[in-house]
């Protein structure tokens, strides 16, 4: 009874983004909320995904409800769309529950190393089934000291990701070095005289 209230209070919402009626979606598969733990807004979950693939965007920005800007660390895929706080917990925490049961593809039975450490929301396991401990990852400062490093969440990971996409210089900004032309100006930084 409580799922056909739930269905029909989903009838006939609209995505935020792409001004569809979620249900109605030609796709079935396309036909999914994606909830927002801190808004009610309402969107498919294929366009706030998109939305928060951006590369575009700040972090701040990606996690941010399009519409009304309230930060939101996860979205929660969902057949039906719920806007109750208590209905959305429910569902966040089954959605955990059900994450926490896939294996981390990062660390992979301890082989590799989770770059999100105890934020990570899937299991992390090795090869026997015991579950690994979650370790403060530690840095050095310039005293030699170590410090705890703060915790790294998915998004922070593709943002660095992101950032690190180089392009090559023009030729004409000075910085390449060519060995068959030694005039002045040709090598690297521009300003190399005799």
Excluded at 15 to 32: F, H, N, T
Excluded at 46 to 68: D, E, G, N
Excluded at 171 to 184: I, K, L, R, V
């Amino acid at each position: 009874m409580k799922k056909a209230f739930a269905h029909q209070r989903s009838e006939g919402r609209v995505c935020g983004i792409c001004m569809e009626v979620v249900l109605a979606k030609p796709v079935r598969s396309d036909r999914r909320f994606g909830i927002l733990s801190n808004c009610d807004h309402c969107f498919c979950l294929a366009c706030i995904r998109k939305w928060r693939s951006s590369a575009h965007s700040t972090k701040r920005i990606i996690r941010a409800c399009p519409l009304c800007r309230a930060i939101s660390y996860i979205v929660i895929p969902s057949e039906v769309w719920l806007s109750e706080k208590s209905e959305k917990d429910e569902l966040l925490e089954s959605y955990k529950g059900n994450l926490s049961a896939k294996p981390c593809k990062y660390f992979d039975e301890g082989r590799g190393t989770c770059p999100f450490s105890d934020s990570c929301l899937y299991r992390h396991a090795f090869p026997d089934g015991t579950l690994s401990k979650a370790t403060p990852r530690l840095t050095y400062n310039s005293d030699g000291l170590t410090k705890p490093v703060g915790t790294t969440t998915l998004w922070d990971f593709l943002e660095e990701r992101e950032e690190r996409v180089w392009t090559a210089p023009e030729p004409s900004e000075g910085y390449w070095d060519d060995d068959d032309n030694h005039e002045e100006g040709s090598l690297c930084g521009g300003g190399a005289t005799n």
